[in-house]
């Protein structure tokens, strides 16, 4: 099943699906990543109505937008593209559980090398830019997959985190518009080479089903391969902190 806010969108894709796999049992939900009470919902939706969870993907996010704020009062980019998916995921823990083996896949970004938690201004109120936050919230995509697996240890759920690539979606829908002509000029001629969706959902599927990387996690990958993250995506010390701070964002301390 697809979670996703845009319904008439996910209709016609969850068609599309049915249309190519001949698999009708196809099911899309609605989930926004910006509302807490939105993700509780949606978790207690699939516990109550699925046996199974073999595989849950948090793909999901926004980018380089604006300082918007959530319904919760959070920083937008680190709500929905960290937050949103620490609470979702912790609220299907126990269903993935009872799926094993199942995996938890994290889809980050190569912006998380020049990332930083700032954990004395989570939500960037003492200095916001666009870059700067979706750098911490992809940076903290990375951490969270490292705590989370150093967590699942034993338990038979695996955990990913990856780049998937610059692909040609509506991902930066709010950066583009922001940008000076003579930038527009420079970037143009390499959005003609960007990966299509196809190509950009092959690193997510590797991660999700490929068996060589059953018996592995809290890894990070790339082109469908291993690769090292930055130097802060390692900090234990920062993935805990993370973890702790998180937690008692989303009510789950």
């Known amino acids: ?25 196809v099911v899309v939900k609605r989930l926004d990543l910006a509302s807490l009470q939105s993700v509780r919902d949606l978790a207690k939706d699939v516990q109550e109505n699925e046996e199974r969870l073999d595989i849950l993907i ?19 980019q680190f709500g929905v593209n960290h937050l ?19 995996r938890i896949v994290v889809v980050s970004s190569l912006a998380h090398e020049r990332g930083r938690i700032q954990f004395d201004d989570i939500n960037l109120d003492k200095s916001y ?5 979706y750098r911490q919230s992809k940076l903290a995509n990375v951490l969270f997959c490292r705590e989370l697996a150093a967590r699942l240890q034993g338990t038979g759920v695996t955990v990913y985190s990856l780049h998937p690539g610059v692909i040609r979606t509506e991902l930066g829908r ?5 940008l000076a002509m003579w930038k527009k000029v420079i970037i143009m001629p390499f959005l003609l080479l960007i990966k299509s969706p196809w190509e950009g ?10 068996e060589s990387q059953a018996n592995t996690s809290g890894l990070y990958y790339s082109d469908c391969a291993l ?13 805990k902190k993370l973890w702790d701070l998180s937690t008692s964002m989303v009510g789950l301390a």
């Open 1 to 25: 099943f697809v979670f996703i806010i845009y319904m008439t969108r996910a209709r016609i894709a969850a068609d599309e699906i049915r249309q190519r796999s001949g698999n009708g049992n």
């Open 58 to 76: 948090n793909n999901a996010g926004i980018m380089m937008c604006p300082k918007w704020e959530t319904e919760d009062g959070f920083e937008m």
């Open 84 to 102: 949103g998916h620490f609470l979702l995921t912790n609220c299907l823990l126990d269903l993935l559980k009872k799926s094993t083996p199942s």
């Open 129 to 133: 830019s666009p870059e700067k936050s």
């Open 174 to 178: 709010h950066f583009i518009p922001t």
């Open 201 to 210: 959902a092959q690193t997510t599927i590797y991660c999700a089903v490929d």
């Open 227 to 239: 690769k090292k993250p930055a130097p802060q995506a390692l900090d234990d010390a920062a993935a």
